[in-house]
């Protein structure tokens, strides 16, 4: 059965630092989605992205963060200049069409020292 | 703002008994509610997608319901496993945002033999 994959597992990074996770959506899928969960609280959404752009995003996906499709497999979420908040679980999704069902990821635990 | 309760914050119970969890929620207007398995440190996985028109769907042991009148969802386990002990999440979208799930802060179920 086809899944969501996410690199790394566990990223350390610190203070200010550039990180980059990535995602491998389903192959036949065409919305993408960024969510995170600091530990103990709830899932948030961070961002969706359809046909090459953002088609939502929520007000913690500020200017520190970018996403991006470089290739026909991949979708990343990139954060600039890491602060110690954003420590968290991060998920990638996918679903096929929207209002769809979203499959996620096993998630990037990152860790800001 | 879009809100999602869910009750209780965390419950026990022993193999082969059935409980009920239970969801509320402020979103509106009201798209669909989906309700997720996540297993610690792990990516929520889908058990049920309802639309309003929907008010019981059922995924093996898991029956959800959905009442759109008063705003509130259920999720009924029944005969449980050892392998359900995990975090329940309900998850609504709004109609005119179908890509920004509002997550519920889940459900901890744990079952003992």
């Known amino acids: 059965e086809p899944e969501v994959t996410q690199t790394p597992s566990h990223q350390v990074t610190q203070m200010g630092q550039e990180v980059i996770l990535r995602c491998v959506p389903i192959s036949n899928h065409l919305y993408f989605y960024w969510y995170r969960q600091i530990l103990g609280q709830k899932v948030e959404f961070l961002v969706s992205f359809y046909n090459n752009e953002i088609s939502e995003k929520s007000e913690i996906f500020d200017d520190q963060f970018s996403v991006e499709r470089p290739d026909g497999s991949n979708f990343t979420l990139k954060i600039r200049s890491t602060k110690l908040e954003d420590s968290a679980m991060y998920f990638c999704a996918s679903s096929r069409i929207q209002v769809y069902e979203q499959y996620f990821g096993p998630g990037t635990r990152l860790t800001v020292t | ?113």
């Open chain 2, 1 to 113: 703002k879009n809100q999602v309760e869910q009750s209780p914050q965390s419950l026990i119970i022993l193999e082969g008994k059935n409980c009920t969890l239970q969801c509320n929620y402020t979103v509106s207007p009201f798209s669909n509610l989906r309700w997720y398995k996540q297993d610690t440190g792990r990516g929520p996985v889908s058990l049920t997608i309802m639309t309003f028109s929907e008010n019981t769907k059922s995924n093996g042991r898991y029956t959800a319901t959905l009442d759109a009148d008063t705003k509130q969802s259920s999720l009924h386990i029944t005969a449980s496993q050892l392998s359900d002990s995990a975090s329940y999440i309900c998850v609504v979208s709004a109609q005119s945002n179908d890509y920004k799930l509002s997550f519920g802060a889940g459900t901890t179920v744990t079952v003992r033999a």
